[in-house]
């Protein structure tokens, strides 16, 4: 019996939508009366979680929508899934709730077992992990753990700061706070904050106007599709890219502590690399003392049919820190390193440490994951729907392009023509009952959590083919 | 009926100590063991949550301890409060923890009320509200709107951002991220990622090592107390300060868009100014075309006697923005001028947009505060302990100094000689039965929820009077 069959005996047959716009008029007055207590700007529609289940999200107006874009790829299991809802009123999550600890000073009994469970699912390699609230916080405190380690290094472990570094420290200046950079990728997105800012490079609006650190940026590379096809031309790809990064940690006008790098860039449109191009990062930041990031916010979790989308090309050394958020429904970074812990107490440290809510729901979604082979599941479902979107692409070649994430379970993109005609194809897909969103400018990326079944697969292709038909 | 005799018919009626050192054996095992997966290095005990209750928290050797300290002043309604576990067995807490939206793009029809819920406990003057996940997110979001409104008020609000900004932001340059900065203060204490990390002034481990913007200080008024005998000088100090702050809007090497300050800079020694100085930053801010922001994380939600610090000074016009973490459970900032509403959708923006499990809890703590009268009950508690509290220090007048907060509740500090002396006080005051901590270099805060009672400020006093007694 599949997952959902099991799980979601409530979940429809398909979807309904019975306004001719979505959000309809009851969205669109909701929507409004929001907009007077919350910026609304960007809402969609809006959504009935009480009467959502399983893959399909439900709205104000009762319309029914098959969801594959999944709070941007943040719900792993389904809507109101009873598993997740046992341990939400499990009495753990409860104390977690109403008692939230300081866990660095003053931790609970339980938080060792909750860690505990919490690592059982770290990527291959990795074996601590240090809590955060947001993907933002977590790659903001995987910096904070890079440049700790890279000057206590040049400092002596052992040595405290000096007068000269406190006293300089205190007015922002060097050699308290020097310069010092974290590398990243045209397109990369890593979260809108001051640090995180600096290191996203996907759109203008999400860093406009904001004092960002002068840190350097290369190239991703940008391949071109069926990759079977042009794979010398995309080997010539890697090197370019990677021979950029060389010059970057040669020229730079300060030392490059770390690098970033998510395993598929997500907002920046669904850019994929291969196992060749990470090695050849793994090989330089070691070559140049730097630390190796790679953010799984958005890919991590299973959504790429594998538990950690960059355990796929075996880096070795395994990356230095590995970032986690969304599906999760907690955040932090992995790291294997001891040294990567600081030399001193409370320089990473904070009220919370995190939140004991989020990781009880990490392990507790992880343990689903493996305990249901909902891994193999989405794979097997990814495997059948990429082929079906192959036949669509040939029936739509002058619409549909370079689709892309094959083998990667149902993390999957492909590109329209126009960023008009994007938008067209997205509203019209609501009301074709699924809720589907784009990256970049022109791509259309499909998020679905991992009980996305084939019979999905083929209400997502239907309407896809229909909607193509239109435009 | 008091509120603990009420609601925590089982606290208990004073501490237990029953180990020689705290922790004992079984918390320091604990400890240990929790460092195998946690950097458990400033954990001072492990605490056992579920026997906790009230004022009361209690460690896994057994020893109860009235806490003074309140997981770094974050637990406003006690351990266990029976009505927010309550709310935590909600079928909207349960939604919010298993269904988290993306609250941006797919907000649930709930919302719109659980925000209602959570504005009616905003500042006066205030009206609206953006959400965040912690003190330092909150106050960095702030930053965010701070600069987004005066670089869009600079190129026209309704102006497109040129191509030239639009190229430079993805190189982290000007014009697109051009130099602008946020004024704090020495001592203040504002978070510890980059932006957050850059206007925290309080100790140089809070942000060694960090790169960091090179953001202007000013100096924050060091009073004398009692302050009655010292109005005169400290009447100047309030000057020699604001005339600081003056001279750096005419002198900084960029523009400053905003001033950050706490209504009583907390980590960094609980500081106090007067209404004057803080209406004297208004007129300044005012003068010189910049944002006041009120950092209400530490202070905020009650736990000085009103629910807002700064009201008490009566600013005119009302600051532009007031942060609040810790105590609310949640976290964000309260504004009141729409257009600080950025003028584009997504330019504040996350995957997230706050947390709605957190903004539940938030409502649910402020209800408890205003339906029980918990303000008017902590001033009470907090008259009847300053005046114990000043009869202690005049005891030991050569330990106890500067002791302040009077009128705010238990929001109380006192100083020692020395950090040694301050280490063996808490240290012995745990051994006494009360958990209380440290600020600054020598200061001691007390922090309690606002169910602390004058029976519990009986047991803090006899606890002190005999500790102080050993030193």
């Known amino acids: ?63 029914v929508l098959l969801d594959v874009y999944a709070q941007i790829a943040s719900i792993p299991l389904g809507y109101n899934n009873p598993n997740l809802i046992e341990v939400a009123k499990s009495d753990k999550m409860i104390r977690a709730i109403v ?64 007068p000269e570094e406190e006293a300089s420290c205190m ?41 960002s650190f002068h840190w350097p940026t290369a190239e991703f590379p940008a391949y071109k599709y069926p990759l079977e096809q042009f794979s010398e031309e995309n080997k010539e790809e890697d090197a370019r890219c990677l021979k950029i990064v060389e010059e970057r940690f040669q020229n730079w006008r300060c030392p490059i502590a770390g690098v970033i790098v998510e395993p598929v860039q997500s907002e920046g449109g669904d850019n994929h690399a291969s196992a060749e191009f990470f090695q050849g990062l793994r090989d330089i930041t070691l070559k140049y003392g730097a630390k190796l990031i790679i953010d799984e916010v958005q890919a991590g979790c299973g959504g790429t049919g594998i538990m950690w989308e960059h355990e796929r090309y075996n880096i070795t050394p395994p990356p230095d820190l590995v970032t986690f958020s969304k599906k999760m429904q907690s955040a932090g970074y992995w790291f294997h390193d001891p040294e990567l812990i600081p030399n001193q107490p409370y320089r990473q440290f904070n009220t919370w440490c995190g939140d004991p809510k989020g990781i009880i729901l990490a392990a507790a979604i992880c343990d689903e994951i493996v305990n249901n082979n909902l891994l193999e599941s989405i794979r097997e479902t990814g495997d059948y729907l990429y082929d079906k979107l192959e036949t669509v692409q040939n029936k739509y070649s002058k619409i549909v392009s370079n689709l892309r994430g094959k083998g990667k379970a149902c993390f999957i993109a492909f590109d329209l023509p126009s960023g008009e005609l994007r938008a067209e194809f997205l509203n019209k897909m609501k009301l074709a009952g699924v809720n589907v969103g784009g990256c970049a400018e022109v791509g259309v990326r499909l998020r679905p959590g991992l009980i996305f079944e084939k019979k999905h697969a083929d209400i997502f292709i239907a309407a896809m083919d229909k909607v193509l038909s239109t435009l």
Chains 1, 2 share one sequence.
């Not at 959000?23 to 409004?32: L, S, T, V």
């Open 171 to 211: 007015e922002n200046l060097a050699p308290g706070n020097p310069e010092i950079a974290i590398l990243s990728f045209k397109r990369a997105f890593h979260g809108r904050l001051f640090a995180s800012g600096s290191v996203t490079r996907s759109k203008p609006v999400h860093k406009m106007d904001m004092p």
């Open 1 to 63: 019996m599949s997952y959902t069959a099991k799980s979601f005996s409530n979940e429809p047959s398909g979807p309904t939508v019975v306004t001719e716009t979505i959000p309809g008029p009851k969205g669109k007055e909701a929507i409004a009366k929001l907009g007077e207590v919350f910026d609304s700007r960007c809402a969609y529609f809006v959504a009935d979680y009480e009467k959502s289940t399983g893959n399909y999200i439900v709205d104000v107006d009762g319309n």
């Open 99 to 162: 008692d939230r600890p300081a866990l660095g000073n003053f931790p609970g009994a339980d938080f060792e077992q909750i860690q505990r469970d919490l690592l059982k699912h770290a990527p291959k390699g990795q074996t601590h992990v240090w809590n955060g609230l947001s993907g933002a916080d977590a790659n903001e405190l995987a910096f904070k753990a890079v440049f700790f380690n890279y000057l206590s290094k040049k400092r002596g472990f052992e040595k405290p700061f000096s």
